[in-house]
């Protein structure tokens, strides 16, 4: 929750819904800072009542409105269609999502139709609503000479698997960034609200055995498709986490922080070899890139023979990935063209993702 990612650019959608060729080019990109009165109020959000919430999804989205005007106004960018996915406030794998950011607002300062909504259309043929950017990876992302995965790594962590040849699957591991963000948070007493560089985690201790425990969590031990977030894996997780390993020093910090850095990647690893075992290539993108004992830890507990590769060389800078996956989620629903996969989401048949918002 610390930024609005806003993406300008041009996505092409061409042929029949069941063989359309997609491309995105990104002119533009930049996170534009929560004000802090929002984001206070975001991340108070288990205690605001009906009215409280009723408030905080109209104000964020006529800030949203004004963000994104700015931003098109400064680059000289007209925009023709909007993809807006929203801030989730609650996700339930298959029973519900929700996403807050009222979209007429967009629809109104940029005079052109906003696609928001994205999850529920899958949700109503027997999906999880989650994750919806392996259609996306499966796009742009996937070879016909090696078998590749995607791998997302911002609040939850997510892999999609590309084989060379078949069909694709996606899913979320369990957290990315989620869990070492509120650490650090607490550790530092809120005066940060990650873990810069990954410096309190290099200067912890890994506790190997508290590694292979947490590995044992039953959502890490749930096989695919699955889909998780703050419900699983949020502050309320860090609470029993701590009551039972509680940390009072700042070695200990660090120590917890290496610890949950570790898990981190040794999920990741263990579903990789798990569920994409001739994978050669890795494609990263999202936040997690930024700190380094994160990304070494995750080269430590690969295979040795997977190549780790940032997503820029193909075209999708790592920050601004999931902003361009729902310009082109929103030009494909324009387009009529189903955009979930059924073998990431559980869903029973491809749906259109989405609702049109015109004003």
Known sequence: MDGLDVALGRVTVDGPAHTAAIAAALDHFETVPFPPALATRMATLDHLDLAELAALDV????????????????????????????????????????????????????????????????????????????????????????????????????????????????????????????????????????????????????????????LRHPFLLTAPPKSCGREQFGPAFVDAWLAERPAGSEAEWCDRLATATAWTAAAIARDLAAYAPTTKRLLIAGGGVHNPALMAALAHRLAHDVILERTDAYGLPVDAKEAVAFAILAACRWHRVPANLPSATGASRPALLGRICEV
């Open 59 to 214: 104000d964020l989205g006529r800030w949203q409105a004004d963000a994104v005007a700015e931003r098109c106004r400064a680059h000289g960018f007209t925009p023709e269609l909007v993809g807006s996915h929203g801030q989730t406030v609650y996700h339930d794998h298959g029973e519900v999502s929700w996403q807050f950011g009222e979209p007429s607002f967009l629809a109104a300062a940029l005079g052109c139709p906003v696609v928001h909504g994205f999850r529920q259309g899958d949700i109503a043929v027997g999906g999880a609503g989650a994750p919806l950017v392996p259609f996306v990876d499966w796009a742009l992302l996937r070879s016909p000479k090696e078998d590749r995965a995607a791998l997302n790594l911002g609040g939850i962590a997510n892999l999609t698997v590309l084989p060379r040849d078949g069909a694709p699957k996606g899913f979320d591991v369990g957290p990315g960034n989620m869990m070492i963000d509120e650490l650090a948070r607490r550790a530092t007493g809120g005066a940060t609200s990650r873990d810069e560089d990954g410096a309190l985690a290099a200067r912890g201790r890994v506790d190997e055995r508290e590694v292979e425990r947490l």
